[in-house]
């Protein structure tokens, strides 16, 4: 591969801007060659096509989209929310269905939580208002153990371990304040007996609250197209490898000043999102044979870095943002680029805010912007399927918490009626009935939805209360999935 470049960036700008630059266009070379290297021999079988036939395979696969859904509901699975079905046409039809492609404003909608709308279910000792102290339930506090079983499970319990531990560190005592800018308040603790034996930075916190609810600000971190567009520093960023539901192994090279080399990282990223809008997003340092350190960066290492995302008290239409972290920048650099990294890393929560901000019309209230699951858009009003309702629920399944009554009410119900399909099926077999297709078994169960949903209708025509999906009257017809 020959890449040649010739260029004029045009008015005045400095010689080491220039020299800069020289050195990072020839390196967009490099970048493919990794890209490459880093492809399995399977995905490698996806380009090694004529143009026209690989454009038609394009097509063949975004059709099939569509059907990925509605085939994880005749099983009891997680919904796989990554990149691929944030994009989807099926979810994106979901919101523009709600009227958000018109509503630029459904990002500022209230979280409807438990807590706004109580119903019968007070009576339930499950239920998230601690009557023995009269506190909200915290879902995070109790998230002890981690689902997964992957080979960097080991790593991400540790992670998260350090999480609780610092989280539960007093400001004014194991946190000492730094600086503010803006609202931002940033802390760091300098114990020696809290650093990694290799060394590293002190332990940085900054925190602020948002004008957002905690899904919008939580979705715009977990899609890394606008990663980029609001931190400047990253120099790239990609997925080597898929663990789990929640854990993905991602390859991070970062920016450095002048006549410092760039650093990078392989880090094991953890998403685990919880019943109360509470998100707990983070990643921490892994060794991966895909990604051996490079001659041209300096391997750095991140013992933990979280984002904590929670809804604010008072208002659910704000959250707080928390962001916690601790690395070390690896080789031999002068004090001054360390001190100006320990103001740097907190204040990338300003900068992610500023970027929501600048964008809230234009980008983030577009479908498919923010990584918004189903069951966090219901809670934000929109009428979602109550079957991708379940299969959106079913991540807060294995996370080790008391789930809230309503939310056990919507895996009841989908379990039950996940039961019903096979019974209904083997029961076909059994009596000679042709083999329901998977077209007339999704007729078959929009038929069903659409009987239930009128039923609700009548009975609430009727002064009987409704058997909504939280237990409460959201308003709207439920549409079936599609």
Request: aromatic share 8%.
């Amino acid at each position: 591969v020959i890449y040649v470049v010739y260029c004029d960036l045009g008015g005045s700008l400095p010689a080491y801007i220039i020299n800069q630059v020289s050195q990072d266009i020839p390196m967009t070379v490099e970048k493919l060659d990794v890209r490459l290297s880093g492809l399995r021999s399977d995905e490698l079988k996806r380009y090694d096509k004529p143009i026209p036939a690989f454009l038609d395979f394009v097509d063949k696969q975004s059709a099939s989209e569509l059907n990925d859904v509605n085939e994880s509901l005749h099983g009891d699975q997680t919904l796989d929310l990554d990149e691929d079905y944030f994009a989807s046409i099926e979810y994106k039809q979901l919101l523009i269905d709600n009227g958000c492609e018109k509503d630029k404003r459904w990002i500022k909608r209230r979280l409807q939580l438990d807590n706004d709308n109580d119903d019968d279910d007070d009576d339930d000792d499950n239920i998230e208002i601690d009557k023995d102290n009269n506190r909200k339930k915290d879902y995070v506090k109790d998230f002890v153990k981690i689902p997964d079983n992957h080979k960097y499970a080991k790593e991400v319990q540790e992670a998260i371990d350090l999480f609780h531990k610092w989280r539960g560190w007093k400001n004014g005592s194991q946190w000492q304040e730094r600086s503010m800018k803006s609202d931002l308040r940033i802390y760091s603790n300098s114990d020696p007996n809290e650093k990694p034996k290799s060394g590293g930075m002190d332990i940085l916190k900054g925190e602020t609250t948002a004008d957002y609810p905690s899904p919008v600000i939580a979705g715009l971190l977990m899609n890394p197209s606008y990663r980029k567009s609001w931190d400047s520093k990253l120099d790239e960023i990609r997925v080597l490898e898929k663990l789990s539901p929640y854990c993905n192994v991602v390859y991070i090279s970062v920016k450095m000043p002048m006549i410092i080399t760039y650093r990078d990282m392989v880090t094991c990223v953890y998403i685990y999102t919880f019943p109360d809008g509470q998100f707990v997003i983070g990643s921490c340092s892994v060794n991966h044979p895909q990604e051996p350190p490079r001659s041209t960066r300096v391997r750095g290492w991140i013992s933990n870095a979280v984002w904590h995302v929670f809804p604010h008290p008072a208002d659910s239409a704000k959250c707080h943002v928390v962001y916690y972290a601790q690395m070390s920048l690896g080789g031999s650099i002068p004090d001054w680029v360390v001190n100006q990294a320990a103001v740097d890393i907190p204040v990338t929560v300003n900068k992610l805010l500023d970027f929501a901000n600048a964008n809230a019309t234009s980008v983030l209230s577009k479908p498919g912007a923010c990584f918004i699951s189903p069951y966090y858009l219901h809670l934000l009003g929109l009428q979602v399927p109550r079957a991708l309702l379940f299969t959106s629920a079913l991540r807060f399944q294995n996370l080790g918490i008391v789930l809230p009554p309503k939310l056990r009410r919507i895996l009841d119900e989908g379990k039950s009626q996940n039961t019903l399909d096979e019974k209904e099926t083997e029961s076909n077999t059994k009596m000679g009935t042709p083999k329901i297709g998977s077209k007339d078994k999704d007729r078959d169960k929009d038929a069903r939805m659409e009987k239930r949903s009128n039923e609700s209708s009548t009975r609430q025509s009727s002064g009987v209360k409704p058997n909504s999906l939280l237990g409460r009257n959201t308003g709207g017809n439920t549409s079936s999935p599609k």
